[in-house]
T-cell receptor
Framework: KNQVEQSPQSLIILEGKNCTLQCNYTVSPFSNLRWYKQDTGRGPVSLTIMTFSENTKSNGRYTATLDADTKQSSLHITASQLSDSASYICVVTPDQTGANNLFFGTGTRLTVIP | DVKVTQSSRYLVKRTGEKVFLECVQDMDHENMFWYRQDPGLGLRLIYFSYDVKMKEKGDIPEGYSVSREKKERFSLILESASTNQTSMYLC????????????????FGQGTRLTVV
């Protein structure tokens, strides 16, 4: 079972609307959680990174929240733009050393339509 | 800006060919990674390296090898390409010695879409 689950798998919204993407994880103990944006045919680009002690982190119109007790994170996109169309990937790092310990969700594919 | 550059955006190779995927980063990062990304499976780690000439297997190393002769360059090698290796390959790098790598961010290249026919 994947230790990082994202929902929904895909989402279509109208330009200008807000949306929220979900990430649930079972990785424990937990060090940090990152949200990446991946445009089609491109590599992922970091949006936010939060440690276990942080509840929220913003990057422009993107706001990530974290509830370490329930092991849930959300990415809220405000006033969506056509350029927000991409896959959004949640990545969790466990609280242990080792460069290979990154757990990836399978992503949410967001499409913003005019 | 950190730049991670992969040598090819698209590649088409024949079954049985030896394939080299090259990745170069310009920020003096210690750690470099190779992932493959398939629909519905997310990113899966193939190999990673935390120093020159050091390499460690990731989750799916079978059918792959790597080379890191210089700090800035990390190569992924498919010894004998097979159709099940058709995928998007992503290289990443991050700063930090092994003990603090969990606090640093991974920067990704633009990806190489490999098709094996």
């Amino acid at each position: 079972k994947n230790q990082v689950e994202q929902s929904p798998q895909s989402l279509i919204i109208l330009e200008g609307k807000n949306c929220t993407l979900q990430c649930n994880y079972t990785v424990s103990p937990f060090s940090n959680l990152r949200w990446y944006k991946q445009d089609t045919g491109r590599g992922p680009v970091s949006l936010t990174i939060m440690t276990f002690s942080e509840n929220t982190k913003s990057n422009g119109r993107y706001t990530a929240t974290l509830d370490a007790d329930t092991k849930q994170s959300s990415l809220h996109i405000t006033a969506s733009q056509l350029s927000d169309s991409a896959s959004y990937i949640c990545v969790v790092t466990p609280d242990q050393t080792g460069a290979n310990n990154l757990f990836f969700g399978t992503g949410t594919r967001l499409t913003v339509i005019p | 800006d950190v730049k991670v550059t992969q040598s090819s955006r698209y590649l088409v190779k024949r079954t049985g060919e030896k394939v080299f995927l090259e990745c170069v980063q310009d920020m003096d990062h210690e750690n470099m990674f190779w992932y493959r990304q398939d629909p519905g499976l997310g990113l899966r780690l193939i190999y990673f390296s935390y120093d020159v000439k050091m390499k460690e297997k990731g989750d799916i190393p079978e059918g792959y090898s790597v080379s890191r002769e210089k700090k800035e360059r990390f190569s992924l090698i498919l010894e004998s390409a097979s159709t099940n290796q058709t995928s998007m390959y992503l290289c990443a790098s991050s700063l930090g010695i092994r003990e603090i790598v969990i606090m640093t961010e991974a920067f990704f290249g633009q990806g190489t879409r490999l098709t094996v026919v």
